[in-house]
T-cell receptor
C-alpha cells in the first residue's frame, strides 16, 4: 500500500524561484492537508481541502497556493520562494469529509525544502 | 489559543529502560489528545489517543493518560526497544476540522543496545 506519496523528497531552491510540491493518496480519502514543520515548532497547517473542488486556508497560508487537482492529488505551490519557507513539508489525508475526526490523518514522509 | 508543550529531545535510552515523554497542553474546553510517531524515513502515524479526562490510550506497549487536573498527557513505556527509535509528537484537537489539530514540537527518542 502506497498510502500518501509526496514528491520530491528533497529540494533546494534559490530565492525567487518557483516550484510545486506534489502529493497523491491512493486511499480514496476525501480530505487532504499540507503542513510545515520548523525547528522548535510543531506542525502548522498551511492549507487544506475538505473535499474535491474545495480548498481553505490554514494557520500559515501566506506565500503558498494549492490545487486539489482531483480526489487523489493535492499540490502545494511556492510562486516566489523565500528563505523563510525553508522547512519540512508534510502532506496528509483523511477519509472523513466535512467535520474531520482528527485522528484519522495519514501522513506522507515529507519533503525537505531549502531556500537559499 | 491552544498550545502543546513537549519535553526537549533527544532522549537517549538503553534497551529495556523505562520511557517517559512529557506533554502538557493549554486549551479551551475539553480537547482530544493524541500521540503520533514518525519512524525514520516515514510519515507520521497515530500511536494512541484519549478523548476525555482520565481516559488511558494505549498501543504497542505505550500508554498515556489524559490528566485534566494537570493538563498533561505524558507518554510512557515500561521497556523500550531499539525499534522504538523515532520522533514522537503530542497533539490536541477537537471534533472540528484538522485546522484545529495542534502539534507539539516533537521529541526524538534514540534507543541503544
Amino acid at each position: 500500500n502506497a498510502g500518501v506519496t509526496q514528491t520530491p523528497k528533497f529540494q533546494v531552491l534559490k530565492t525567487g524561484q518557483s516550484m510545486t510540491l506534489q502529493c497523491a493518496q491512493d486511499m480514496n480519502h476525501n480530505s487532504m492537508y499540507w503542513y510545515r514543520q520548523d525547528p522548535g515548532m510543531g506542525l502548522r497547517l498551511i492549507y487544506y481541502s475538505a473535499s474535491e473542488g474545495t480548498t481553505d486556508k490554514g494557520e500559515v497560508p501566506n506565500g503558498y497556493n494549492v490545487s486539489r487537482l482531483n480526489k487523489r492529488e493535492f499540490s502545494l505551490r511556492l510562486e516566489s520562494a523565500a528563505p523563510s519557507q525553508t522547512s519540512v513539508y508534510f502532506c496528509a489525508s483523511s477519509p472523513v469529509q466535512g467535520e474531520v475526526v482528527n485522528e484519522k490523518l495519514f501522513f506522507g514522509s515529507g519533503t525537505q525544502l531549502s531556500v537559499l | 489559543g491552544d498550545s502543546v508543550t513537549q519535553m526537549e529531545g533527544p532522549v537517549t535510552l538503553s534497551e529495556e529502560a523505562f520511557l517517559t515523554i512529557n506533554c502538557t497542553y493549554t486549551a479551551t474546553g475539553y480537547p482530544s489528545l493524541f500521540w503520533y510517531v514518525q519512524y525514520p524515513g516515514e510519515g507520521l502515524q497515530l500511536l494512541l489517543k484519549a478523548t476525555k479526562a482520565d481516559d488511558k490510550g494505549s498501543n504497542k506497549g505505550f500508554e498515556a493518560t489524559y490528566r485534566k487536573e494537570t493538563t498533561s498527557f505524558h507518554l510512557e513505556k515500561g521497556s523500550v526497544q531499539v525499534s522504538d527509535s523515532a520522533v514522537y509528537f503530542c497533539a490536541l484537537g477537537g471534533t472540528g476540522t484538522a485546522s484545529k489539530l495542534t502539534f507539539g514540537t516533537g521529541t526524538r527518542l534514540q534507543v541503544t543496545l
